[in-house]
C-alpha cells in the first residue's frame, strides 16, 4: 500500500470539498462555495433586478495557512481588474471579519493568493500568500471603512485600490506572487470566528479585461458596455455590453432612448444608433449620407434637431459639423473649415459652438445654426475644448489646458470674463450642465495622462460638483476614457447620467 504524507491528505480533502459538488454559476461567477470547510456553510446568491450579490459565510479566519470563507469565483487568465463596492450587513461578531476580492491558484486551503479586503473595524489591507503553504503577510492603507474597492493584476503586479465612495482610489501595489496565469477570481467573505455567520452585499459587480500593454490607439479597440448612473442615489446599472465598440450616449427628451455612435475599425464604424432603455431594443439612426460620425453629437435644446461631427472627402475626411432633424434625415453642412468637432447648441437653437482648429491652433468658436461665419471664443495659449451652453444661456463651459492641466472653465457666450472652476491634480474634460442647471458631471483623467490627450483605456473618474464651482465628488469609478462621456448625456429629469465604459470580451 503506497503511504500518502498527513499534508497531501489535507490538501486534497480542502479541494475535494470545494470540487465535489456540481458547479453552482452564480451572476457572472461560475461556481460559489466554502473553503476549507467551516463549520457553518454559506452561500452566495444574486439578484439580476437589483445587480446585487448576497453572501453569507463563516470561517475561522483567512490568514496563516489555513483559509476558511465563502468564496464566488470564475476562473480568469492574463490581466483583468476586477471592482466593486461593499457592505456588511448586520453589526458583526468580530472586529476582523472581512470582505473582498480574492485571486487563488487553486482552491486549497494554503493556496498561494492576494486579496484586497475591507475589515469590520474599517481596516481596509492588501493580504497575499507568496508561496502555498507560507504564512500570510499584509500591505495596509491609510484609508478606514473604504467601501468600493479594486484589485487589478497587471502583470506579475498587483495592485489594491480602496475608496469610500465619493473620493478618489488610494492605491498599494505587490510585485511578484507567482499565482500563475489561469487564476481563481471573485468575491469573499470569512467571519473570523467559526460559530459565526457573518452576511455582506456587492454591488456595482465588474469583471474587466482591460486593453493589452501593446495596443495601438485609434487602431486596436476592445468591447464597449451602456452604463446608466441614479447621480444622486449611486445605483449603477450595467444594461448593453458588445465586443463592437461603441460610444457616447445621448439621452433624447423621450427618458427612454439612446443614441450613440459605432467607433473602432468594423463594417459599421461611423454609424449611428437608437438604444431603447424599456425593451434593449437597438436599431440605426438615419444620418443621411453621414456615416462617418465621431463622438461628436448633440440633441439641440428642444429636441427638434441633431448636430453631428462627421469625416467626409470634401473636408479631406477631417471632421465637420452638420445638423439635421432629430428623427432623422438629410443633413446640412454647417462649418465651413476643418477640423470641426460639435460639443452643444445654443438654447434658443441659433448657435452651434465648437473646437476648431485652425493654422494648427485648437480653440472654441461658434457659427450660427442655419450657416454663416464663424467667431472665434477663445485665443489663449493651449488647447480649449469641450464647449457646452449652460441651459439659461448666461454661460459656455469648457476645459482648457491654459494654466497647465487641462481643467474645467466657463465664460460669456461672446468669449469675455473667463472663469476657471477646477484647479486639482486631475485632468477634467467635458462639462456638462444637468437640464435643471443646477450641476456638472465631468471625467477626470489622471495626472500620467498628457493634458491635452484624453486617451481611450484609463482608468478614470467620473465627478460632479454645482454649477458655479466647488469641491467635486466622485459618483463613479470607470474603466474607459475616450468616448465615456465626450456628449451632453443626462436624462431629462436631471436624475441620472448614462456612460460608456469598457472591456474585451473573455
Known sequence: ????????????????????????????????????SPAIAGSTSYDPGLQTYRMTGSGANLWTNNDQCQFAWRKLTGDFILRARVDFIGMGAEAHRKLGWMVRTSLDTDSAYADGCVHGDGLTSL??????????EEKRLVI???????????????????????DTFESTELKGVPLGDEVFAGLFLCAHNAQVKEEAAFRDVRIIRPAKPDFRPYRDY?????????VFTGKLEELHHA???????????????????????????????????VTGEIKPFDSGVCIHNNNDHVLSFDGQHLGISNHTPESDNQSAVFTLP??????????????????GWSPDGQWLVYTGGRNGKFDIYKIPSAGGDE??????????????????????????TRTGRMQLWRMKPDGSSPEQLTNDEFNNWFPHISPDGK??????????????????????????????????????????????????SWSPDSSRIAFVSNSDTW
Not at 432629430?326 to 460639443?343: D, E, N, V
Not at 467667431?375 to 482648457?400: H, K, M, Q, W
Not at 489622471?446 to 483605456?457: E, F, K, T
Open 144 to 166: 478606514r471603512g473604504g467601501d468600493v474597492i479594486q484589485l487589478e493584476r497587471r502583470g506579475d503586479t498587483i495592485v489594491f485600490s480602496a475608496a469610500r465612495y465619493g
Open 243 to 277: 465586443a463592437e465598440p461603441f460610444e457616447a450616449p445621448n439621452w433624447l427628451p423621450d427618458g427612454r432612448t439612446l443614441l450613440y455612435n459605432i467607433s473602432g475599425s468594423g463594417p459599421n464604424k461611423g454609424l449611428l444608433r437608437l438604444h431603447d432603455l
Open 375 to 400: 467667431v472665434r471664443l477663445t485665443s489663449t495659449p493651449g488647447l480649449s475644448d469641450g464647449p457646452e451652453y449652460s441651459p439659461d444661456g448666461a454661460y459656455i463651459y469648457f476645459n482648457s
Open 326 to 343: 432629430a428623427a432623422g434625415g438629410a443633413a446640412t453642412r454647417i462649418t465651413p473649415h476643418f477640423p470641426s468637432y460639435l460639443h
Open 127 to 136: 493580504q497575499f500568500r507568496r508561496a502555498r503553504g507560507s504564512t500570510t
Open 1 to 36: 500500500m503506497k503511504f500518502t504524507p498527513p499534508s497531501l491528505l489535507g490538501a486534497l480533502a480542502s479541494l475535494a470539498l470545494v470540487t465535489a459538488l456540481p458547479a453552482a454559476p452564480v451572476g457572472v461567477f461560475s461556481d460559489q462555495g466554502d473553503i476549507g
Open 222 to 230: 476592445i468591447g464597449s458596455t451602456l452604463e446608466v448612473l441614479h
Open 439 to 488: 450641476w456638472i458631471v465631468f471625467i477626470s483623467f489622471g495626472g500620467h495622462v498628457r493634458a491635452d490627450d484624453h486617451p481611450y483605456y484609463e482608468h478614470v473618474y467620473l465627478r460632479l460638483m454645482p454649477v458655479g464651482g466647488g469641491q467635486p465628488r466622485v459618483i463613479a469609478y470607470v474603466y474607459g476614457g475616450q468616448g465615456t462621456i465626450n456628449v451632453p
